[in-house]
């Protein structure tokens, strides 16, 4: 396989695939990594979210030309879930089984 690092602007519909086919290629996979200018995180599984930060919200709210937001502060419930949530996660290499050791005779 072969990795290609593609930045357009403005998606519209199929366009990344579409120019590849264009070359005669067939798209396999596609994976965003970001998304304006926040970088997304790799573990995240499709439907799942993330929390962004006052930074994070301020850098997109200027991207598409909007006045700064303040996010709002979690309910202590909110920052319970939260904390047992993300200690639930965990990286990816984490969640392979570990390789059985057998010994040949």
Same mark, same amino acid.
Do not use: C
């Given at each position: 396989?072969?990795?290609?690092?593609?930045?357009?602007?403005?998606?519209?519909?199929?366009?990344?695939?579409?120019?590849?086919?264009?070359?005669?290629?067939?798209?396999?996979?596609?994976?965003?990594?970001?998304?304006?200018?926040?970088?997304?995180?790799?573990?995240?599984?499709?439907?799942?979210?993330?929390?962004?930060?006052?930074?994070?919200?301020?850098?997109?709210?200027?991207?598409?030309?909007?006045?700064? &937001?303040? =996010?709002? $502060?979690?309910?202590?419930?909110?920052?319970? #879930?939260? +904390? !047992?949530?993300?200690?639930?996660? &965990?990286? =990816?290499? $984490?969640?392979?089984?570990?390789?059985?050791? #057998?010994? +040949? !005779?």
């Amino acid at each position: 396989n072969t990795w290609f690092h593609v930045v357009i602007l403005e998606g519209r519909n199929r366009e990344v695939r579409r120019l590849w086919e264009s070359q005669e290629l067939t798209v396999s996979r596609l994976k965003r990594v970001r998304y304006g200018n926040i970088f997304l995180d790799k573990r995240t599984k499709a439907g799942e979210w993330v929390e962004l930060s006052q930074e994070e919200v301020d850098d997109l709210a200027q991207l598409a030309g909007l006045s700064a &937001r303040k =996010v709002p $502060a979690l309910t202590p419930d909110e920052q319970n #879930r939260w +904390s !047992r949530d993300k200690n639930k996660r &965990r990286p =990816v290499n $984490a969640m392979r089984k570990p390789k059985s050791s #057998r010994r +040949s !005779r």
